[in-house]
């Protein structure tokens, strides 16, 4: 590999360093070490041990639960590296936690994402690379490069190989149909929309299947899956109008919280395809398909350092590696 101006390092924080060493291994170098630990009293320390002036350092971190340990633990990692010397700091955060809190759905409500954009780059971030961002407009609270790559084309890969006859694409809401939309014309298949309506008390209810989903079998699509209720609730209301039995699911950002995992084989999920943008444990309960990210974005990286664009990493790459689980 031929380095432009500033040799790059690899760092890794706690919350995926699996993902970053494999990031680091596809550039054929090591990661750039360094020592975390959290103190009795709950604080986070973080020592880098080794030099890393004059370089670009990608900092890979997504800020998964633990969400707040880990948002501390890279800003730790960031203004260490800033009072190191380095030249450039590209953080890599393939899952960006409190993505959500894009905008305020109540009075008196903070935008989180927002918060902390500003409190990446007040500590001295260069550049962002993240992968399917909840939203688009995140990267307007950033005066930064923003790089949002997408793992639609890997997942949709994976997907092809494993679909039901007459299967139909679903976007469980309004703000997921550019996505479905993405992996319908790859898959080329029909898409549905769900209606999702915010009811009284915060409480959300589909009230209109747009779309024919008689006798379909339904493939899902969504950003995330944190506690399953989305997912769940869309596979209700598809078999109630009339889709079959068959539900597979495709989510970027498989984070599983509480009793996910439960209320999806409850619910009659059969399969659901994800990324490892964080780490996945695997399901005795679930079949889970993890495709990895960690090609797409070690492209990202070899782009950035040899001043290449970099978004089209996500539409050049759709190498893989796969692990099923069951
Ligand atoms: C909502 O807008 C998101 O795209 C996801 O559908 C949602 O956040 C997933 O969360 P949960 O699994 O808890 O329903």
Do not use: W
């Given at each position: ?264 084989v409850e619910a009659g999920v059969r399969l659901v395809f994800t990324t490892d ?30 001043n290449e664009s970099i978004s089209r990493a996500s539409s050049s790459s759709t190498a893989c590696s796969r692990r099923t689980d069951?």
């Open positions: 590999m031929q380095f432009a101006v500033h040799e790059p390092a690899i760092l890794a924080g706690t919350a995926n360093a699996a993902l970053a060493a494999a990031i680091a291994d596809r550039l054929g170098l090591g990661l750039s070490p360094c020592r975390i630990e959290r103190f009795p009293d709950g604080e986070i320390g973080v020592q880098l041990l080794a030099p890393v002036r004059h370089k670009t350092v990608f900092v890979v971190q997504p800020t998964s639960p633990p969400v707040n340990d880990h948002l501390i633990e890279l800003l730790a990692l960031i203004d260490a590296c800033r009072r190191s010397a380095a030249a450039r700091i590209v953080v890599v955060v393939p899952y960006f936690g409190y993505a959500r809190a894009d905008k305020r759905h109540r009075r008196r409500e903070p935008i989180t994402a927002r918060m902390v954009a500003e409190i990446l780059e007040a500590v001295g971030i260069d550049q962002l690379v993240t992968l399917d961002l909840h939203t688009p407009q995140i990267e307007g609270f950033f005066h930064v490069p923003v790089d949002s790559l997408t793992a639609v084309p890997v997942l949709s890969a994976a997907i092809q190989e494993r679909l039901p006859e007459r299967t139909v694409v679903v976007s469980p809401d309004s703000g997921r149909v550019r996505m479905a939309t993405e992996y319908a014309h790859r898959l080329r298949l029909p898409l549905i929309v769900l209606h999702k309506q915010r009811q009284r008390g915060g409480e959300t209810a589909i009230t209109h299947v747009v779309g024919e989903a008689c006798d379909r079998a339904c493939l899902i699509i969504d950003d995330m899956i944190a506690t399953g209720g989305t997912i769940v609730e869309s596979a209700h209301a598809l078999r109630d109008a009339g889709a079959r039995p068959e539900i597979l699911v495709a989510a970027t950002h498989g984070l599983f919280v509480e009793t996910a995992v439960t209320k999806l943008t964080v780490p996945q444990a695997g399901s005795d309960q679930l079949s889970l398909e993890v495709v990895s990210v960690a090609p797409l974005l070690a492209s990202a990286v070899q782009r950035f350092v040899a069951r």
